[in-house]
């Protein structure tokens, strides 16, 4: 599981604070479906396919969010 961290200066207005807000909230949820997606479609190949791409079972996760996540 993957925790975010965002600093954003609050601009003092509340409606503007709020969509704001909203909009990130969204643009998350739509990475992190894209990434499921990814995740799905590389948990379905073969163990000889993922070779191909350099890949093993257990690193999927990191693959798929390697320029998100350092572990």
């Keep these: 599981m993957a925790h975010i961290t965002h600093d954003a200066a609050r601009s003092g207005n509340f409606f503007a604070d709020f969509f704001n807000g909203l909009l990130d909230g969204m643009a998350r949820i739509a990475e992190s479906g894209h990434r499921m997606k990814e995740i799905e479609r590389l948990q379905a190949m073969s163990d000889a396919d993922l ?21």
């Design 51 to 71: 070779a191909k791409r350099g890949l093993t079972r257990d690193r999927i996760a990191h693959h798929v969010f390697r320029d998100v996540l350092y572990v």
